[in-house]
């Protein structure tokens, strides 16, 4: 009898190991979701703000072109009439 015990207690042991390597499996994988999860998040919101920067950076150009436009009008036509000092 003391054998067949020891060899019941045994097989509850692996049972139990079994079942903490299956949770410890899972919480793993469980934690890899989480992080892949995180990463593209973390992607989509870099993604978002790089795209809203350039085009803040775009319209202040466009800005900066438009104005050195005006302001090269503005010198021409004050030579044309004259009021230009050198």
């Given at each position: 009898?003391?054998k067949q015990?020891?060899?019941?207690g ?6 139990a ?5 299956t949770?410890?499996?899972?919480a793993?994988e469980?934690n ?23 085009a803040a ?30």
């Open positions: 009898m003391p015990n020891r060899q019941a045994m097989s509850q042991a692996n049972q190991s079994q079942a903490a390597n949770a410890t499996e899972f793993s469980t890899a979701t989480e992080v892949r999860r995180q990463n593209q998040q973390s992607a989509q919101q870099s993604a978002q703000s790089a795209a809203s920067q350039n950076t775009e319209f202040a150009s466009e800005t900066n072109v438009a104005e050195v436009r005006r302001q090269n009008q503005q010198s021409a036509s004050q030579q044309s009439s004259g009021q230009a000092t050198e």
